[in-house]
């Protein structure tokens, strides 16, 4: 089963920044699931619409320009990266799954993705779009044919799986709380992987396994690998 860091190794570190990037990395995961939000200037890595819970800033991410983000606390003195911050670190190590937050313009975003790739910053393999929106991933889909798309949801829909085939989707994010083995059955047979966020307990990881499902998005990649092993 793969393992990915949710939001990186944000058990131990403050969520999407370089300390929890760089101990994913260190704990050997499949790949780094991140947020990713469009500020004034920049993409910049950070989960929520407002600044305030994980960092010392008041507002809204979109109001700020990147490097007026930076001036604020991310935790332990640490800002919030830039896009192109995470994929340097990254430098084609593991897999980036970039999961995209809210709604923003992405013929932008489909450029840096781009110049990432001419540049060899990153391979078409090591990096996976995902989003609760799937009408940004249809167009991404449409935009750049070689990138994998993870299709997100919270639910469990009446034709299954069919939805992110219908995406061309690489795989299904899927919350937890909604697995079950006839929706993991069905994306296989449509030759999709399953991915379960967010799987940190023992009782839950064992829950995913007995589901089938390929991958877990997990807070403690450490600790969820060291269960694995034995
Ligand atoms: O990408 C999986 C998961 O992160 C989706 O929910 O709220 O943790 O970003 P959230
Ligand atoms: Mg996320």
Redesign the pocket.
């Known amino acids: 089963m793969k393992i990915f860091a949710?939001?990186g190794a944000s058990t131990h570190f403050p969520e999407n920044t370089q300390s929890a990037i760089i101990a994913a990395l260190k704990a050997n995961v499949d790949g780094i699931?991140v947020?990713v939000q469009s500020a004034l200037d920049d993409y910049v890595i950070i989960?929520d619409t407002y600044l305030d819970r994980t960092t010392n800033g008041k507002g809204k991410v979109c109001d700020f320009s990147a490097q007026q983000i930076k001036q604020f606390d991310a935790g332990n003195g640490e800002q919030v990266p830039t896009l192109q911050q995470l994929i340097d670190w990254n430098n084609n190590q593991t897999l980036l799954?970039l999961?995209l937050?809210h709604t923003f313009e992405l013929e932008k975003f489909a450029t840096v993705l781009e110049s990432n790739i001419a540049n060899k910053k990153i391979t078409a393999d090591n990096i996976l779009v995902?989003s609760?929106n799937h009408h940004q991933l249809h167009w991404l889909k449409s935009r750049l044919p070689w990138l994998k798309i993870?299709a997100?949801t919270a639910s469990i829909p009446l034709q299954y799986a069919k939805f992110a085939q219908d995406l061309q989707a690489y795989s299904i994010?899927i919350?937890k709380n909604f697995m079950n083995k006839p929706f993991v059955d069905d994306a296989k047979m449509r030759g999709l992987q399953v991915?379960a966020?967010?799987v940190d307990e023992v009782e839950d990881i064992k829950l995913m396994l007995a589901c089938g499902v390929d991958g877990i998005?997990t807070n403690d990649p450490e600790r969820t690998k060291h269960y694995l092993a034995q």
């Open positions: 949710h939001r699931e947020d989960h799954n999961e937050k995902s609760f993870g997100l994010h919350d991915f966020y967010t998005f």
